[in-house]
Nanobody, 130 residues
Framework: VQLQASGGGLVQAGGSLRLSCAASGRTLISYAVGWFRQAPGTERVMVAGINYNGGTTQYADSVKGRFTISKDNAKNMVYLQMNDLIPEDTAVYYC????????????????????????RGQGTLVTVSS
């Protein structure tokens, strides 16, 4: 599966952006997908993840209540709605997929968290000005 992220840009603090992750080559039904971000000089952080059927999501504490991840398997798309953005959200964001056959609960999300990517898209820059 190939992934392509888009939707980044410059926004003022308090504003919103929606990132999109488009998949091609294979259907996302068998994959968990996560959104990650990395700012210069910092470690990669998984900000949100969603399992194969969209029934389970998880978020980093720093974005809970502000970011929402969603998955549309019919369209082969994953989205990250980001509200109430703060300057600390500034980073390159990218999406990644991990195999999630749906047999073991949490398998795909754990794989994402440990960096076991089946595929990773290129990044899209989000800049939040104060």
């Amino acid at each position: 599966v190939q992934l392509q992220a888009s939707g980044g840009g410059l926004v003022q603090a308090g504003g919103s952006l929606r990132l999109s992750c488009a998949a091609s080559g294979r259907t996302l039904i068998s994959y968990a997908v996560g959104w990650f971000r990395q700012a210069p000089g910092t470690e990669r952080v998984m900000v949100a993840g969603i399992n194969y059927n969209g029934g389970t999501t998880q978020y980093a504490d720093s974005v809970k209540g502000r970011f929402t991840i969603s998955k549309d398997n019919a369209k082969n798309m994953v989205y990250l709605q980001m509200n109430d953005l703060i300057p600390e959200d500034t980073a390159v964001y990218y999406c990644a997929a991990a195999i999630d056959p749906g047999v073991i609960s949490g398998y795909g999300l754990r794989a994402l968290a440990s960096g076991q990517f089946a595929s990773r898209g290129q990044g899209t820059l989000v800049t939040v000005s104060s």
